[in-house]
């Protein structure tokens, strides 16, 4: 029982690392090429339908403070305030509505329902979707936070999108990592049952698992488009934090890297026989679907067998005579 639990710490403790280095990298990439942006745009334009209104409203000087760029050229934030975009949406549409009128636009709940009636009545799916919201509101306020609860609701959905979308990517990343690194799933599987040495060193190593805490909250986070303390170099930091775990665990006799591409160079670099090679493959593989499922379940499932492990088996009482 020993042998299966401290060889489960020491895959986890292998798996917990790839999985913040493949989310680290996808940071990268997100930040890069704004991932979270394009979907947060999808999301907004699968809610408001009406491009003229949607143009207006990401427009809106209360909404253009949140682009770095002017709205529709660069990258969408990730994250829009929704009691602002609530605010936003109503002030476009009463605007649209009061347009022929002359004076001052008037903003209260009368015109935000007569507004949102006008669209309903040109069709606007826009206009079917806030006027029962709208309708049941008692005053100016209570309107704005329906609105803002939908566009709440229907930013959950994108968020649903965006974790489909990101899991997909660990994976093809953690492929990535698993090939570079050569770190194969089953090679450490039999390395772990066969060597009691290096299954006390990863055991040892996933006792102090809370030194990763502060690595995986980063992770569980989510990244904010307004947040400006996050500076570009740290998750190549965390990176090379990483990289130089493994490089410890590869030096304590975990079978991760290539001796060849080693400090010591003892062995020329050949390639393994083809036979040995779906195997191999297989195992870069489950390395990979491991790192599909993100730093924080490695994280929390690391916690649950230590504490299972420390705890142990009750003892049986002993019957008085």
């Not at 390395?191 to 990763?212: D, H, I, K, N």
Request: glycine residues 6%; charged residues 20%.
């Amino acid at each position: 029982m020993n042998v299966l639990f401290e060889t489960v710490l020491g895959l986890a403790i292998v798996y917990l690392l790839v999985s913040l280095f493949a989310s680290t990298m996808q940071e990268i990439l997100a930040r890069y090429c704004g991932s979270r942006g394009r979907f947060l745009r999808e999301g907004q334009l699968s809610l408001i339908t009406d491009r003229w209104v949607y143009l207006r409203t990401i427009n809106h000087p209360s909404i253009v403070a949140f682009y770095r760029n002017a709205p529709g050229k660069g990258h969408t934030p990730s994250y829009l305030p929704p009691d602002t975009v609530a605010l936003a949406l109503c002030d476009v549409l009463v605007r649209r509505h009061q347009m022929q009128r002359q004076g001052r636009v008037i903003f209260n709940l009368e015109t935000v329902q007569a507004a949102v009636r006008a669209a309903k009545d040109r069709d606007a799916t826009l206009g079917h979707s806030l006027l029962p919201l709208v309708e049941g509101a008692k005053t100016f306020e209570d309107a704005l936070k329906a609105v803002a609860r939908w566009y709440e609701q229907g930013m959950d959905r994108v968020s649903g999108w965006y974790k489909a979308y990101a899991q997909k990517q660990l994976f093809v990343i953690g492929l990535v990592i698993a090939a570079t690194f050569n770190i194969d799933t089953l090679a450490i599987v039999q390395t772990l049952a066969r060597s009691p040495a290096l299954r006390a060193e990863m055991t040892a190593t996933a006792e102090q698992v809370g030194s990763y805490q502060a690595e995986v909250d980063r992770v569980r986070a989510r990244p904010s488009a307004t947040d400006a303390s996050t500076k570009i170099e740290e998750p190549f930091q965390q990176i090379e934090a990483v990289h130089t775990r493994l490089d410890k665990l590869a030096a304590a006799g975990l079978p991760v890297g290539y001796a060849c591409l080693g400090p010591d160079r003892e062995h020329a670099c050949e390639l393994p026989p083809a036979s040995s090679w779906p195997i191999k493959i297989v195992g870069f593989f489950l390395t990979a679907l491991a790192a599909a499922l993100g730093a924080p379940f490695w994280f929390d499932l690391l916690n649950r067998v230590i504490n299972l492990r420390s705890s142990g088996i009750k003892p049986p009482e002993s019957k008085q005579t």
